[in-house]
Protein backbone atom coordinates (compact mmCIF):
# COMPACT_ATOMS: atom_id res chain seq x y z
CA UNK A 1 0.00 0.00 0.00
CA UNK A 2 1.39 3.58 -1.01
CA UNK A 3 0.79 6.15 1.33
CA UNK A 4 1.78 9.73 1.19
CA UNK A 5 2.73 11.51 4.32
CA UNK A 6 2.19 15.47 4.08
CA UNK A 7 3.95 16.88 7.05
CA UNK A 8 6.72 20.13 7.43
CA UNK A 9 7.73 18.92 10.62
CA UNK A 10 10.82 17.10 9.78
CA UNK A 11 11.15 15.83 13.02
CA UNK A 12 7.42 14.55 12.95
CA UNK A 13 7.95 13.37 9.51
CA UNK A 14 10.83 11.24 10.13
CA UNK A 15 9.85 9.51 13.20
CA UNK A 16 6.47 8.43 10.97
CA UNK A 17 7.93 7.68 8.41
CA UNK A 18 10.18 4.91 9.98
CA UNK A 19 6.92 3.75 11.74
CA UNK A 20 5.08 3.17 8.66
CA UNK A 21 7.92 2.16 6.83
CA UNK A 22 8.55 -0.76 9.27
CA UNK A 23 4.75 -1.73 9.00
CA UNK A 24 5.48 -2.71 5.20
CA UNK A 25 3.68 0.78 3.85
CA UNK A 26 5.57 2.21 0.16
CA UNK A 27 6.26 5.82 1.77
CA UNK A 28 6.07 8.99 -0.44
CA UNK A 29 6.84 12.32 1.34
CA UNK A 30 5.42 15.62 0.78
CA UNK A 31 6.49 18.72 2.73
CA UNK A 32 4.33 21.43 1.09
CA UNK A 33 0.55 21.79 0.27
CA UNK A 34 2.90 21.83 -3.90
CA UNK A 35 4.74 19.04 -3.08
CA UNK A 36 1.20 16.88 -2.04
CA UNK A 37 -0.61 17.74 -5.10
CA UNK A 38 2.45 17.59 -7.30
CA UNK A 39 3.11 13.85 -5.90
CA UNK A 40 1.75 10.59 -7.79
CA UNK A 41 -1.41 8.57 -6.88
CA UNK A 42 -1.54 6.82 -3.93
CA UNK A 43 -3.96 4.60 -1.73
CA UNK A 44 -3.99 6.92 1.38
CA UNK A 45 -2.69 10.42 2.33
CA UNK A 46 -1.80 11.41 5.98
CA UNK A 47 -2.65 14.90 5.74
CA UNK A 48 -1.41 17.97 7.96
CA UNK A 49 -3.68 20.42 7.85
CA UNK A 50 -1.11 22.86 8.87
CA UNK A 51 1.20 23.62 5.82
CA UNK A 52 3.61 26.23 5.45
CA UNK A 53 2.47 27.69 2.12
CA UNK A 54 -0.41 26.77 2.17
CA UNK A 55 -4.13 25.18 3.80
CA UNK A 56 -4.55 21.62 4.07
CA UNK A 57 -7.70 22.14 3.65
CA UNK A 58 -7.35 22.80 -0.18
CA UNK A 59 -5.00 20.60 -0.47
CA UNK A 60 -7.82 17.78 1.37
CA UNK A 61 -9.94 19.62 -1.37
CA UNK A 62 -8.49 19.30 -3.84
CA UNK A 63 -7.10 15.50 -3.45
CA UNK A 64 -10.69 14.36 -3.09
CA UNK A 65 -11.47 16.16 -6.65
CA UNK A 66 -9.31 14.54 -8.25
CA UNK A 67 -10.45 11.38 -7.08
CA UNK A 68 -10.67 8.27 -4.92
CA UNK A 69 -8.12 8.20 -2.11
CA UNK A 70 -8.63 7.96 1.80
CA UNK A 71 -7.47 10.62 3.12
CA UNK A 72 -6.99 10.75 6.98
CA UNK A 73 -6.10 14.22 8.43
CA UNK A 74 -3.20 15.27 10.61
CA UNK A 75 -3.92 18.13 13.38
CA UNK A 76 -2.93 20.31 16.17
CA UNK A 77 -5.34 20.10 19.71
CA UNK A 78 -6.17 23.54 19.04
CA UNK A 79 -7.67 23.13 15.64
CA UNK A 80 -10.68 21.63 15.84
CA UNK A 81 -12.28 23.56 13.93
CA UNK A 82 -10.25 22.13 10.85
CA UNK A 83 -11.51 18.39 12.20
CA UNK A 84 -14.55 19.59 11.34
CA UNK A 85 -14.21 21.50 8.13
CA UNK A 86 -11.46 18.37 6.80
CA UNK A 87 -14.05 15.82 7.50
CA UNK A 88 -16.63 17.92 5.76
CA UNK A 89 -14.44 18.74 2.77
CA UNK A 90 -13.70 14.74 2.39
CA UNK A 91 -11.27 14.08 4.97
CA UNK A 92 -12.19 10.23 5.99
CA UNK A 93 -10.88 10.24 9.40
CA UNK A 94 -8.55 12.45 11.46
CA UNK A 95 -6.05 12.12 14.05
CA UNK A 96 -4.63 14.63 16.96
CA UNK A 97 -1.22 15.46 17.74
CA UNK A 98 0.39 14.14 19.33
CA UNK A 99 -0.71 10.58 18.20
CA UNK A 100 0.87 7.43 18.80
CA UNK A 101 1.32 4.44 16.53
CA UNK A 102 -1.10 2.21 17.74
CA UNK A 103 -4.11 4.91 17.24
CA UNK A 104 -3.20 5.88 13.67
CA UNK A 105 -2.80 2.43 12.39
CA UNK A 106 -6.22 1.42 13.94
CA UNK A 107 -7.76 4.90 11.82
CA UNK A 108 -5.61 3.65 8.62
CA UNK A 109 -6.97 0.16 8.78
CA UNK A 110 -10.52 1.70 9.61
CA UNK A 111 -10.19 3.74 6.61
CA UNK A 112 -8.93 1.46 4.57
CA UNK A 113 -11.97 -1.28 5.07
CA UNK A 114 -14.21 1.20 4.51
CA UNK A 115 -12.64 2.01 0.89
CA UNK A 116 -12.27 -1.60 -0.18
CA UNK A 117 -15.83 -2.21 1.10
CA UNK A 118 -17.31 1.18 -0.91
CA UNK A 119 -15.10 -0.34 -4.03
CA UNK A 120 -16.38 -3.79 -3.46
CA UNK A 121 -19.87 -2.70 -3.21
CA UNK A 122 -21.80 -2.12 -6.82
CA UNK A 123 -25.51 -2.63 -5.79
CA UNK A 124 -28.24 -3.91 -7.21
CA UNK A 125 -29.93 -2.74 -11.17
CA UNK A 126 -33.37 -3.28 -10.91
CA UNK A 127 -35.33 -3.74 -14.49
CA UNK A 128 -38.98 -4.43 -14.82
CA UNK A 129 -39.61 -7.56 -12.76
CA UNK A 130 -36.05 -8.17 -12.51
CA UNK A 131 -33.29 -7.19 -9.46
CA UNK A 132 -30.36 -7.90 -10.14
CA UNK A 133 -27.69 -8.13 -6.80
CA UNK A 134 -24.44 -7.73 -8.37
CA UNK A 135 -22.91 -7.84 -4.57
CA UNK A 136 -24.49 -11.48 -3.80
CA UNK A 137 -24.82 -12.71 -7.67
CA UNK A 138 -28.34 -13.19 -6.79
CA UNK A 139 -30.91 -12.23 -9.62
CA UNK A 140 -34.93 -12.50 -8.66
CA UNK A 141 -37.94 -12.08 -11.01
CA UNK A 142 -40.87 -10.97 -8.55
CA UNK A 143 -39.11 -11.33 -5.59
CA UNK A 144 -38.43 -15.38 -6.55
CA UNK A 145 -34.68 -16.36 -7.50
CA UNK A 146 -33.99 -17.31 -10.72
CA UNK A 147 -31.11 -20.14 -11.03
CA UNK A 148 -28.84 -18.87 -13.82
CA UNK A 149 -25.30 -20.55 -15.05
CA UNK A 150 -22.10 -18.80 -14.34
CA UNK A 151 -21.79 -17.70 -17.84
CA UNK A 152 -25.50 -16.34 -17.95
CA UNK A 153 -25.28 -14.35 -14.71
CA UNK A 154 -22.01 -12.64 -15.75
CA UNK A 155 -23.62 -11.99 -18.92
CA UNK A 156 -26.76 -10.40 -17.40
CA UNK A 157 -24.54 -8.35 -15.22
CA UNK A 158 -22.92 -7.16 -17.75
CA UNK A 159 -25.92 -5.77 -19.35
CA UNK A 160 -27.31 -4.77 -16.10
CA UNK A 161 -24.34 -2.47 -14.96
CA UNK A 162 -25.08 -0.25 -18.24
CA UNK A 163 -28.62 -1.17 -18.26
CA UNK A 164 -30.68 0.97 -21.17
CA UNK A 165 -27.75 1.18 -23.24
CA UNK A 166 -26.50 -0.67 -26.19
CA UNK A 167 -23.18 -3.36 -24.88
CA UNK A 168 -21.68 -4.38 -27.92
CA UNK A 169 -21.13 -8.08 -28.84
CA UNK A 170 -17.03 -7.14 -28.55
CA UNK A 171 -17.70 -5.94 -25.16
CA UNK A 172 -19.51 -8.69 -24.07
CA UNK A 173 -17.21 -10.89 -25.25
CA UNK A 174 -14.67 -9.14 -23.35
CA UNK A 175 -16.54 -8.78 -20.31
CA UNK A 176 -17.69 -12.37 -19.84
CA UNK A 177 -15.58 -14.17 -21.47
CA UNK A 178 -12.50 -12.24 -21.18
CA UNK A 179 -11.03 -12.27 -25.05
CA UNK A 180 -12.54 -11.06 -28.18
CA UNK A 181 -12.35 -14.45 -30.14
CA UNK A 182 -14.72 -17.16 -28.96
CA UNK A 183 -14.41 -20.85 -31.45
CA UNK A 184 -17.60 -20.29 -32.06
CA UNK A 185 -19.56 -16.54 -33.56
CA UNK A 186 -22.71 -17.92 -31.83
CA UNK A 187 -21.25 -18.26 -28.30
CA UNK A 188 -22.74 -14.82 -27.32
CA UNK A 189 -26.25 -15.42 -29.05
CA UNK A 190 -26.18 -19.02 -27.31
CA UNK A 191 -26.05 -17.68 -23.98
CA UNK A 192 -28.32 -14.76 -25.03
CA UNK A 193 -31.11 -17.00 -26.17
CA UNK A 194 -30.65 -19.85 -23.16
CA UNK A 195 -31.03 -16.59 -20.37
CA UNK A 196 -33.91 -15.14 -22.17
CA UNK A 197 -35.65 -18.47 -21.73
CA UNK A 198 -35.01 -17.99 -17.72
CA UNK A 199 -35.91 -14.70 -17.41
CA UNK A 200 -39.68 -15.01 -17.62
CA UNK A 201 -39.68 -11.97 -20.04
CA UNK A 202 -37.54 -12.71 -23.00
CA UNK A 203 -38.30 -9.40 -24.42
CA UNK A 204 -36.01 -7.46 -21.66
CA UNK A 205 -32.70 -8.34 -23.44
CA UNK A 206 -33.18 -6.96 -26.66
CA UNK A 207 -31.19 -7.71 -29.98
CA UNK A 208 -29.43 -4.64 -31.05
CA UNK A 209 -28.88 -5.93 -34.71
CA UNK A 210 -25.70 -5.77 -35.86
CA UNK A 211 -24.01 -3.97 -32.59
CA UNK A 212 -25.14 -5.37 -29.58
CA UNK A 213 -27.83 -6.15 -26.69
CA UNK A 214 -29.69 -3.47 -24.35
CA UNK A 215 -31.13 -4.52 -20.98
CA UNK A 216 -34.50 -2.91 -21.31
CA UNK A 217 -35.45 -0.38 -18.57
CA UNK A 218 -38.69 0.25 -19.75
CA UNK A 219 -40.73 -3.28 -19.42
CA1 LIG B 1 2.33 21.54 10.35
Redesign the pocket.
Known amino acids: MRVLLV???VR?AGALETALRRRGYDLLRAGTAAEALAAPPVDLVLL?????DGD?LEVCRELRRRGDVAIIA?T?RAEERDRIAGLRIGADDYVVKPFGMAELQARIDAVMRRAARSAARQGAVTVGPLTIDLDAHRVTSDGTEISLTRKEYDLLAALARRAGAVVTRDQLLADVWQTTWVGSPHTVEVHVASLRGKLGDPALVQTVRGVGYRLRTDR
Open positions: EDDVDLGLPGVA
